[in-house]
């Protein structure tokens, strides 16, 4: 999977897409494409501080636990609720693993450095579907496009 290119890494959770409804880690995002369940990767430039975007893009709430402030931009960084992603059997066997032995995953939002989000406190972060990558879970195959892959299992 793509987890290990670019940094910070894609944030990668296990979704279902049903009834263009896109539902991972207590999460609902309408998405276009056919039912199924797969890995979706969201690359932190995906999210932005809801402050700071196109206010038609979807919309989820988080609650920041860490802020990285590097000057052009933000790293809000988020726990979610979900298992993590064992990327293990996709990695090449030179690439560094990503996650060593967290119970929960976190996610990371690049964001406008103006952004208000704190350690603690809640911020909504605007999130944009057609960033989407989507993974098969079982090979980590990527399906082409970034529409939800057509190839997806029920």
Not at 58 to 75: K, M, N, S, Y
Not at 106 to 115: C, I, Y
Request: proline share 9%.
């Amino acid at each position: 999977m793509a987890a290990f290119i670019g940094s910070p890494a894609m944030n990668l959770v296990e979704a279902e897409l049903a009834d263009g409804i896109l539902s991972f880690a207590g999460y609902r995002v309408p998405v276009q494409g056919p039912q199924g369940t797969f890995v979706v990767g969201i690359r932190p430039e995906a999210f932005q501080d809801a402050a700071f975007a196109d206010p038609s893009l979807p919309q989820i709430d988080v609650t920041v636990e860490v802020v990285e402030e590097l000057g052009a931009e933000t790293h809000d960084i988020f726990p979610v609720d979900a298992a993590p992603v064992d990327v293990s059997g996709a990695r090449e066997q030179d690439e560094e693993e990503v996650m060593i032995g967290e119970a929960r995953t976190h996610f990371t939002a690049r964001v406008d450095p103006q952004t208000s989000a704190r350690p603690g406190m809640p911020l909504r972060l605007s999130v944009d579907p057609a960033r989407f990558h989507y993974f098969d879970p079982d090979t980590g195959d990527r399906f082409a496009g970034t529409a939800a892959p057509a190839l997806a299992r029920a």
